[in-house]
C-alpha cells in the first residue's frame, strides 16, 4: 500500500477593499509614517467593513482556493479554522464557514494558537490525511485583528490588519508536501500579549469596558525578544529533522509581524533577504492570516518554489515551522 501523504492543492486569500495608512494614522493617535516604518516595516493595512466578521473574509479565501482545486466543495471531509478573532465565543468560526459554503455533516473547528495558528491547523490537517481518516481539508487562517485592536493605543493599534488565506489540503492530489514539522508553546508567557477581559477569567462588566480592558495588550520589547529566538530555534529543529541546510530552501516565509524580527531571524539563520518573503509592509499584523495570505501570495508567483519553510510566534507564546516541500524532492 502506498504512504499516505499531505499536500497542499491550492490556496487562496482575500484582502478587505479598504487601505489605512501610516498617514491615516497620523491622524488618529500620536503616531508618525518615519516612527512606524522604522520600528516595523508597515505602510499600510488593510480595514474590514464593520459589518464584515471573520467567517465572511475566510469564506471569501476558501472559495478562491475551493475553486483552484478544481474539487467539488462536497468533496471537503473536515475545516479546520486558525483565528483569535472568532466570529462569536461559540460556535466556531469554522461552523459559520462550513454553513456560508453549504456544507453539512462534517467535521468543523477552530483552533487558538494566535500568529502561529496557521502552522498549527496545517500540522494538524497532515495527520488527519496521513493516517487515512479524511482525504480533503480545508484549512482557512482569518482574523479581524481591528475589532480586538484599540484605535487609543497608539502602541499597539499601528501594528494590525485584517485578512484571510485559505488551503485546500489533500491525501493524494497537488504538488507541495507538507512535511517536516516543530511546534511549542511556552505558557510561562501568557502575561506578555493578550487580551485580559471578556473570557471566564475576568468576564466583560462596565468596569472592564471602561478600562479598555477587551483589547490586546502588549508588551512589545518582551514579545520581540522572544520571537526571535523562538522562530530561530523552530527553524533549526525543522532543517535538522529534515537532513537540510538553510542554502536548500528557496523561500522563508515568517510570520509577518515586525520587519526588525523577520531581518533578525533571517540573519541568525544565514538565509539572504531575497529569499524571504514579506508582505508586512503592505499588510501589517494579521495574526494566524499573515501565513496564509503569505503562502498564497508564493504559490501564486508561479516562480519554481521547491522548498518553502514557514515560522511563527504569536501569543500563549506559540511558536513552530514546517516544511513544504515540492513532492519527489529528496533531502539534503
Ligand atoms: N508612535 C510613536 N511613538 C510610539 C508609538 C507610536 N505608534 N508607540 C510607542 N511609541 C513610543 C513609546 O511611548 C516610547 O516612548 P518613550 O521612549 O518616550 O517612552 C518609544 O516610542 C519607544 O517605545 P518601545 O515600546 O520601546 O518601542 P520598540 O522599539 O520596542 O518598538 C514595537 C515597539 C514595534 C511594538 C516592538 O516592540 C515590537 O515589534 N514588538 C513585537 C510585537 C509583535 O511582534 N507582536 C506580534 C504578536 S501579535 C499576536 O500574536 C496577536
Known amino acids: 500500500m502506498n504512504k499516505k501523504t499531505a499536500r497542499i492543492l491550492a490556496t487562496g486569500a482575500y484582502l478587505p477593499d479598504k487601505v489605512l495608512t501610516n498617514k491615516d494614522l497620523e491622524n488618529m493617535v500620536d503616531t508618525s509614517d518615519d516612527w512606524i516604518t522604522t520600528r516595523t516595516g508597515i505602510k499600510e493595512r488593510r480595514i474590514a467593513a464593520e459589518d464584515q466578521s471573520t467567517s465572511d473574509m475566510g469564506v471569501i479565501a476558501a472559495e478562491r482556493a475551493i475553486k483552484k482545486s478544481g474539487l467539488d466543495k462536497t468533496n471537503i471531509d473536515a475545516i479546520i479554522v486558525a483565528t483569535i478573532t472568532p466570529d462569536m465565543f461559540f460556535p466556531s468560526t469554522a461552523c459559520f464557514i462550513q454553513r456560508k459554503l453549504g456544507l453539512t455533516h462534517i467535521p468543523c473547528f477552530d483552533i487558538s494558537a494566535a500568529c502561529t495558528g496557521y502552522i498549527f491547523s496545517l500540522v494538524t490537517a497532515a495527520q488527519f490525511l496521513k493516517t487515512g481518516a479524511f482525504k480533503n481539508i480545508l484549512v482557512v487562517a482569518a482574523e479581524k485583528m481591528s475589532a480586538i485592536t484599540d484605535w487609543e493605543d497608539r502602541a499597539t493599534c499601528v501594528l494590525f490588519g485584517d485578512g484571510a488565506g485559505a488551503a485546500v489540503v489533500s491525501e493524494e492530489k497537488g504538488s507541495m508536501e507538507i512535511g517536516q514539522f516543530f511546534l ?50 523552530s527553524a533549526e529543529n525543522v532543517l535538522k529533522k529534515s537532513g537540510l541546510k538553510i542554502e536548500d530552501i528557496d523561500c522563508l516565509l515568517p510570520h509577518q509581524a515586525n520587519i526588525r524580527i523577520i531581518t533578525a531571524v533571517a540573519k541568525r539563520l544565514g538565509i539572504p533577504e531575497e529569499k524571504v518573503y514579506l508582505n508586512v509592509h503592505e499588510c501589517g499584523n494579521m495574526s494566524a492570516a499573515s501565513s496564509s495570505v503569505g503562502l498564497d501570495g508564493i504559490l501564486s508567483q508561479q516562480k519554481d518554489v521547491k522548498r518553502i519553510l514557514m515560522v511563527a510566534f504569536g501569543a500563549g507564546l506559540t511558536y513552530g515551522a514546517l516544511l513544504l516541500q515540492k513532492l519527489g524532492e529528496k533531502n539534503g
Not at 479598555?212 to 529566538?229: C, E, I, N, P, Y
Open 184 to 233: 511549542g508553546s511556552d505558557g510561562r508567557c501568557t502575561d506578555i500579549l493578550n487580551i485580559p477581559a471578556g473570557g471566564s477569567f475576568c468576564p466583560a462588566s462596565e468596569e472592564t469596558v471602561k478600562k479598555r480592558l477587551h483589547f490586546t495588550k502588549m508588551t512589545g520589547q518582551d514579545v520581540f525578544k522572544h520571537a526571535v529566538r523562538y522562530m530561530t530555534e
